[in-house]
């Protein structure tokens, strides 16, 4: 049975911070390997780089140590993580425990605002970038849109946290995976079920999506 949409008309989002820019900048450079794996980060160069002060870009760095994508020694200085393949599994099992709910609280909890900003991504899978950077972009949204419609911002954090490790693990081997537009095409039922509001389904989905991108990264390995 569809779970009815709440039509109250949504908020407006409140405007970033420097810190939370330069969070998202530092971020995707390191997630899309712009900073590779173990390479040293300078933080005058990204305020370079970023256009920002030392402050919101320490402030950065100092989140992206707590979520592993950064780590700091003494002495030596700040360097993006190595990618561990051992941690695929271990990274797999969290999201295994929590993307489905994500899928399914999105179906029961999407507002009449998201509900049309989900129509309007699916239409995009009819124009998208096709190369592989542009399809990566487009899962990006789509995860990240699902984590937000949840509204479970403890949800949502900790998604972001563990799909962003995964993401780093795909771009490192995105030129030898031969199916991601395919894998990435079956977005489509997945926020056709959210719009629809077929919340078990939407859960059964989002679990099956997240096996296939083990079972991708292991074929190639």
């Known amino acids: 049975m569809a779970t009815r949409v709440t039509t109250s008309p949504a908020a407006p989002a409140p405007a970033k911070s420097l810190a939370e820019q330069a969070y998202e900048a530092v971020r995707d450079l390191i997630i899309t390997l712009e900073i590779r794996p173990g390479a040293p980060i300078s933080a005058d160069d990204l305020m370079s780089r970023l256009g920002l002060g030392r ?37 797999t099992e969290v999201r ?5 709910r994500a899928a399914h609280s999105a179906a029961q ?4 605002a998201e509900l049309e900003e989900l129509r309007e991504l699916l239409r995009t899978f009819d124009s998208a970038d096709v190369t592989d950077h542009g399809l990566m972009a487009l899962d990006t949204e789509v995860h990240r849109t699902i984590y937000r419609c949840a509204h479970n911002k403890y949800l949502e954090a900790t998604l972001e946290q563990y799909y962003n490790l ?9 030129d030898r995976l031969p199916h991601v537009a395919e894998h990435i095409a079956g977005h489509r039922t997945l926020i056709e079920a959210i719009i629809e509001g077929a919340a ?3 859960q059964q989905i989002a679990l099956e999506h997240v096996s296939g991108f083990e079972a991708e990264i292991r074929s190639v390995l």
């Not at 979520?67 to 695929?88: K, M, Q």
Request: proline residues 3%; charged residues 25%.
């Open 55 to 91: 402050t919101p870009v320490h402030q950065a760095l100092k989140r992206l140590e707590s979520e592993s994508l950064v780590a700091v020694f003494p002495r030596r200085g700040t360097f993006a993580t190595d990618v561990n393949i051992t941690d695929l599994a271990l990274v």
């Open 96 to 100: 295994l425990q929590l993307e489905g």
């Open 109 to 112: 909890r999407r507002t009449g």
């Open 166 to 174: 995964q993401l780093r693990i795909w771009y490192l081997f995105l």
């Open 200 to 202: 078990d389904r939407a």
